[in-house]
């Protein structure tokens, strides 16, 4: 018995057939392109800058008799007492945060009833506001604001 072998390294007979070695990519397409209109169509349904943020107590009127501090941005401040909406006394000016506290801690001793006001320029960096809210609060002031417009 004899064997043929038609061509080096086969067993059929015939032509050596290829074997195709690409990735076909079009189905991958379409599933991406399915995906991105899922995502255009989700996304701004969801609201991603949303805060729950806590409200605060409005006021018709500020407060009648009240210490009020006024802060410029030449690092300038000026504090004084004000009842029934006339300086009472005269508004001290203070070039200091420390003498500013001091100035603060005799007016609030003099005046224990009064809430502090304080009104910030608007050029005014928020983190010296946030200062003297924080070092009024340390000082045993439990009503301090802000004054608006």
């Known amino acids: 018995m004899s064997y043929q072998i038609s061509g080096p390294g086969s067993l059929r007979g015939g032509r050596k057939s290829r074997l195709k070695s690409e990735i076909n990519v079009v189905p991958y397409i379409d599933v991406m392109l399915v995906l991105l209109v899922i995502f255009m169509v989700v996304s701004p349904m969801t609201i991603p800058g949303a805060i729950n943020l806590p409200s605060a107590e409005k006021t018709a009127l500020p407060p009648t008799s009240y210490i009020h501090i ?3 941005p030449d690092a300038q401040a000026e504090i004084g007492v004000r009842q029934e909406g006339k300086e009472s006394g005269a508004t001290e000016s203070v070039a200091d945060h420390d003498v500013l506290m001091q100035k603060l801690r005799t007016l609030h001793a003099a005046h224990p009833d009064h809430p502090v006001l304080i009104s910030g320029d608007k050029d005014i960096r ?23 417009r």
Not at 137 to 148: C, D, F, H, N
């Open 126 to 148: 928020y983190e010296e506001v946030v200062k003297t809210i924080s070092d009024a609060r340390k000082m045993g002031i439990s009503r301090v604001g802000l004054a608006t």
């Open 70 to 72: 006024s802060l410029r």
